[in-house]
């Protein structure tokens, strides 16, 4: 299974940036971890600060792609176009957030994205990503009969 992380706005920054918020550990150093532990999947990984960037990538594979985890950053609470962009794909994506973002400021509080994701995962901090996984896992085909 084709399966696409995509970061958005200044989640470059993880590790360095609010670490009381956002954790320690950087995405590129947490990346492995996520390969190793689901090695049935081919998974990727891109991150960009410009939104036009993030929905070339949506278009680019979101009719090819077996799942999307998307943490969209702010532009979860600024952007009709991510929103547009994920109902019009055909590839299912789970929105994840590493803080609770329900426990933060109220601007924080509302997702133009949320209502076109097959979820939501928030406040695990990189471990949202896993948990992301874990529902595709759940999507993979099933093998079929057994060796004797």
């Given amino acids: 299974m084709q399966i696409l992380i995509i970061n958005g706005p200044n989640l470059n920054l993880l590790g360095r940036r609010e670490p009381g918020i956002y954790g ?6 947490y990346f492995p971890e996520l390969q190793e532990a689901f ?17 070339d990538k949506l278009h680019e594979v979101g009719f090819t792609y077996h799942g999307i985890v998307l943490n969209a950053g702010a532009f979860t609470h600024t952007s ?6 994920i109902a019009g794909i055909a590839t299912p994506v789970i929105e994840v957030h590493l803080s609770n973002v ?7 509080q509302h997702s133009y994205i949320s209502r076109v994701c097959v979820g939501t995962i928030t406040g695990f901090k990189l471990d949202s990503y896993r948990l992301a996984l874990h529902y595709f896992e ?3 085909p099933k093998r079929v009969g057994f060796k004797v």
């Fill in 39 to 55: 090695p049935d999947f081919q998974l990727e990984y891109f991150q960009s600060n410009h939104e036009g960037e993030l929905l």
């Fill in 138 to 140: 759940g999507l993979r």
């Fill in 80 to 85: 009709l176009a991510l929103a547009d962009a």
């Fill in 102 to 108: 329900a426990a933060r400021e109220e601007f924080r």
């Fill in 24 to 29: 320690t550990r950087s995405f590129d150093a």
